[in-house]
């Protein structure tokens, strides 16, 4: 992969002929997100993805979303065709396995009418595609396989697959958001860093016999997080969390076994459980990128970093990610400025990677505070969750990290801002 650095004047840079100005690779919830927040900007844009446009509309697996993803979703104009096919949150119940401890957090703890939403994944691709059908702006390039990327000074050229056929595109920015194993960010030789952990993750959508009451759980265990995120029908997704092993065994264990341990942890709270969907499991990894941008590239959301899923951060970050890149992009944009030009996209690392950072340690650290059997830190957090119940302050902050209220927020994410972009349109 060639990168060369030679300088040319904003005039040259005007006139040279590319495709596009951006070209994202990857059409998930992230990638579709950053095209929606572009797509009135005045740049040329393309989106690639490897399957077919409708291929994701029946995924199930919901994501917990913040207030923060909330904002950008109702600024991008999709919020009234989500919202009721989602599920809003007032309460979020944090409990250590079996100890008594309870913390019920409220948002008269935040100052706002909820805590967060339940979507699933089909919900929300397609209320994003909607958006971007009568779009003259952004062209699809689906399916469409990215064989290579060739970097110069001015623009990258994409060789790309599609239809059987091979042709190059040229744009003045490529921005990778095709996940964790990124083939973009690979072929740019750019490191990552980071671990496995010891568990793995089963989700699976149970019905239970008493009401759900839109309640938001987080149980910690020895064995890792077991969490439940009410969605609409009174229908909820757990996420539990185990060692390879035991996932393992409980991925493979007849149905009547499986509900039977779902039973103990809930203590029989909500009545009998019926699946209503099958089981899935996946592994568990923190992974984050030497870098984020170099000269005509940007990472964002899982290409950039991935995190443990305690907490349900991980797809937040992408999405704020897309938030802020658009927000660099347009104001670049609006004063006559370069996209892809390292300058630029380095303002998008400065913000983003820290704020990252931080999100991505605190979810280690409290998946290791509550995944063990020492004595020491049992002590620990059960005086954690007994000073959270009793300082307002606590709670308070806690739930301005959970909900991404914290840090520097994007313009897509304060509703009440007067932007120069009218995203919704």
Known sequence: MVLTQAAQSPQAIASRSVDY?????????VGLTLACSLKDSGLRIALMEARPKEAGFANRRAYAITLL???????LG????????ITT???????????????????NDLGTPDLGYVAEHGVLLRALHQR???????????????????????????????????????????????????????????????WKYWQSCITVVLRPEESHQNIAREHFWASGPFATLPLPGNRCQIVLTAPHRQAQQWLEAPEAEFIAELQRRYQGQLGELAMVSDRQLFPVQLMYSDRYVQSRLALVGDAAHCCHPVGGQGMNLGIRDAAALAQVLIQA???????????????????????????????????????????????LRRLGLWGMNRVWLVRHLSLRLMTGLSGRLPDLAQPDLKSTVDYSS
């Open 21 to 29: 100005d951006v070209t994202i690779v990857g059409g998930g919830i």
């Open 69 to 75: 993803s909330g904002r950008i979703f109702q600024r």
């Open 78 to 85: 999709i919020w009234d065709e989500v919202l009721p096919q």
């Open 89 to 107: 949150f007032q309460q979020i119940r944090l409990a250590e396995e079996l100890h008594p401890e309870v913390v019920d957090l409220q948002p």
């Open 132 to 194: 971007l059908e009568q779009c003259s702006t952004v062209d699809w390039l689906c399916p469409a396989t990215v064989q290579s990327v060739h970097y110069e000074s001015q623009q990258a050229t994409l060789t790309v697959a599609i239809d059987d056929t091979v042709r190059q595109v040229t744009s003045r920015l490529v921005i990778a958001a095709d996940g964790a194993r990124s083939p973009i960010r690979q072929q740019a030789g750019i490191q990552t860093h980071g």
């Open 333 to 379: 944009q609006q004063r006559g400025q370069d996209v892809g030009s390292l300058r630029i996209l380095q303002r998008y690392e400065r913000w983003r990677r820290l704020e990252t950072m931080a999100i991505l340690m605190f979810t280690d650290v409290l998946d290791r505070l509550f995944s063990n059997n020492w004595w020491w830190l049992r002590r």
